[in-house]
């Protein structure tokens, strides 16, 4: 219904239309055929949705718009979702719509409502996220009809509701966006959950594939055999392979009211999980659960990998998110207690994210040898080494990161098994070089910066490369942590492919590391070098394969199954970000992902480590 028919019509409109829902009690008969005619041309829900991601009635006034509350949401973004009983025929057309009231929605669930409002496309994370936008009815006036009508029953999404390809591809002519694409739901699962935008929906038992995180919201899936490993998640392999059953799950009760479960990768939503299917800025769609499955815990256990051997070195990668001295000690302890015990003391750690000595505050501090003295005496007290560290000081501000943290890689090695070779000289801006003879390569400076000026470093942490000695033999390592992804749009935007705009810097950093390393192996072809870290990309990234060009490395995480290449969950995705890369002199060695930390609700940090044992 348009706003230009007048009100009288219009209330006699939403009169008859509650009457044939029985939604007032009496029946259809009740109404005389001049509101019968009326009631044919109101708007209807399905008809505020239409048939693409966006509205075709955007910006326009609707009256009298029907239909019974499914949910209400009284914190956050307060509103409610209605629901009309009476759907059409078309499944690309949902007949459920969230209203955003602003102030706590005075409706309950089970009223049946009548709203005057503006259509509205909200897009959540704002209009340069190139997030999808929800629709929505603001603004509204809402009418009470009558209170504890059934509510309209949920759709079940399952396994076999649910399309195995992802995404349409967008429209050229449109910048790439899929948003003027007729929804296609049997054929595309994002046109699949689209068409059930604001809906009632149902799904059953279901395998976590997201921990529960800090804001009390999990990841399950309803395809339990798509791309699963045995430790329960689900593997992402290719931008190609979106995993097509990931919903994540909240709550529209606050934590206050009713705890939410707290569950690992592995464990089971148990029985149904029923409520309105929105779309939010950070999950993408999102099942608010009105009521909520049983907690299964399958008990997931934490990894350990193997101790090498006494002629092998062990080298390990390992993000430690953000570590200051400002930390609470049981952190410290934590993380020491898995360098020691689920890593097994590697001879060498390249550590991420360590902080200066004073954490976010921004004094000008860039030392953190507080932060280390801490580290590494919480692992010699759970029974680990008494390691020995180096590290160059990042140049105040310069290095991405929290603000005023000063984030920098640093190695940790044990001196009873490994020497580190110390060249001078190296600082925030001066970088190091390969030196040497044939078949002998060197640092100029160790522990160095690689090409510190290179415009790719800029706001982005320099790596550092570091000389060893182990066993008379030379190995380089260099510590990475490229740039993030922020900026990046997400698997959900209403561009299809997204458009993945961090990759360009991450590719100029990779191209900076392969041409050092090939420096050193022009002088040395069978050169030990391990290049480790936080790459922030994935093993089949273009990232990864400016890394390795010309054969300069091999991502060692490429020797293990695809179903175990992850160090990292996001959106319920098992996916890769840390890695080592080995030189062609590396000939064997042993590679382990050891899964601590991504796959629980309780993280010492974010990411899992990487561990290599080999015998140079």
């Given at each position: 219904m348009s706003s230009s028919i007048p009100r009288s019509a219009a209330?006699?409109?939403?009169?008859?239309?509650?009457?044939?829902a029985g939604l007032l009690g009496g029946t259809a008969a009740a109404a005389d055929d001049a509101t019968a005619a009326d009631d044919t041309a109101r708007v209807r829900i399905h008809d505020i949705q239409g048939t693409t991601r966006v509205s075709p009635l955007a910006g326009k006034q609707v009256t009298g718009v029907t239909g019974v509350v499914t949910g209400v949401r009284t914190y956050g973004t307060r509103g409610f979702w209605m629901q009309d009983p009476?759907?059409?025929?078309?499944?690309?057309?949902?007949?459920?719509?969230?209203?955003?009231?602003?102030?706590?929605?005075?409706?309950?669930?089970?009223?049946?409502v009548s709203v005057d409002a503006t259509v509205t496309e909200y897009v959540p994370g704002g209009l340069t996220s190139g997030n999808q936008s929800l629709t929505e009815l603001s603004k509204p006036t809402v009418t009470v009809l009558s209170s504890?009508?059934?509510?309209?029953?949920?759709?079940?999404?399952?396994?076999?509701?649910?399309p195995g390809a992802y995404a349409p591809e967008g429209d050229p002519a449109a910048g790439g966006s899929v948003n003027g694409l007729p929804l296609e739901p049997r054929k595309y699962a994002l046109d699949y959950y689209e068409s059930l935008e604001g809906t009632n929906v149902r799904i059953g038992s279901s395998r976590v594939v997201g921990a529960t995180d800090p804001y009390n919201e999990l990841w399950v899936t309803v395809k339990p055999f798509e791309n699963d490993n045995l430790r329960g998640g689900t593997v992402y392999g290719s931008y190609d392979s979106q995993n097509t059953g990931r919903l994540q799950i909240q709550t529209l009760a606050p934590v206050a009211q009713q705890p939410f479960p707290k569950l690992n990768v592995g464990d089971w939503l148990a029985g149904t999980t029923e409520g309105p299917l929105d779309f939010n800025q950070y999950g993408g769609y999102t099942l608010v659960a009105n009521e909520l499955g049983q907690s299964v815990d399958l008990g997931l256990e934490r990894e350990v990998t193997d101790r090498q051997h006494k002629n092998e070195l062990a080298v390990a990668t390992y993000n430690v998110e953000n570590l200051d001295p400002s930390d609470p000690q049981t952190k410290f302890d934590a993380l020491a207690k898995a360098v020691v015990e689920n890593l097994a003391?590697?001879?060498?750690?390249?550590?991420?994210?360590?902080?200066?000595?004073?954490?976010?505050?921004?004094?000008?501090?860039?030392?953190?040898?507080?932060?280390?003295?801490?580290?590494?005496?919480?692992?010699?007290?759970?029974?680990g080494p008494a390691y020995e560290w180096r590290s160059v000081d990042p140049e105040n501000l310069k290095d991405g990161g929290e603000p005023g943290g000063n984030i920098r890689q640093v190695f940790l090695f044990n001196p009873e098994r490994v020497s580190f070779v110390d060249r001078p000289g190296g600082d925030a801006t001066t970088a190091t070089a390969v030196t040497g003879t044939e078949g002998d390569a060197h640092l100029t400076v160790s522990p160095g910066r690689i090409d510190p000026s290179n415009a790719a470093w800029v706001d982005s942490r320099k790596p550092l490369a570091g000389e060893f000695r182990f066993r008379g033999r030379t190995v380089i390592v260099i510590a990475n942590h490229l740039s993030s992804k922020g900026g990046d749009e997400s698997i959900v935007s209403h561009h299809q492919p997204p458009t993945r705009s961090s990759e360009v810097k991450r590719r100029l950093q990779a191209q900076a590391v392969n041409t050092f390393v090939k420096d050193i192996e022009a002088l040395d072809k069978q050169a030990d070098v391990l290049v480790v870290g936080d790459m922030n990309d994935f093993e089949f990234s273009g990232t990864t394969q400016a890394m390795t060009a010309d054969g300069a490395l091999f991502p060692a995480m490429l020797s293990l199954p695809e179903s175990e290449r992850y160090s990292y969950v996001y959106?319920?995705?098992?996916?890769?970000?840390?890695q080592i890369l080995t030189s062609p002199g590396v000939h064997h060695f042993e590679y382990d992902s050891v899964h601590i930390n991504a796959e629980f609700a309780d993280q010492n940090s974010d990411h899992d480590p990487q561990v290599l044992r080999f015998r140079p």
């Open positions: 209330v006699a409109a939403l009169v008859s239309a509650a009457l044939a009476q759907a059409d025929a078309n499944p690309a057309t949902s007949e459920g719509v969230f209203v955003f009231t602003s102030s706590v929605p005075k409706v309950a669930v089970g009223d049946a504890g009508n059934p509510v309209p029953a949920p759709v079940t999404v399952s396994a076999f509701s649910v003391s590697p001879d060498i750690v390249a550590l991420e994210e360590i902080q200066d000595d004073n954490g976010a505050k921004n004094d000008g501090t860039v030392t953190a040898g507080e932060t280390l003295k801490k580290f590494t005496a919480a692992i010699v007290a759970a029974g959106q319920g995705n098992s996916q890769v970000l840390d």
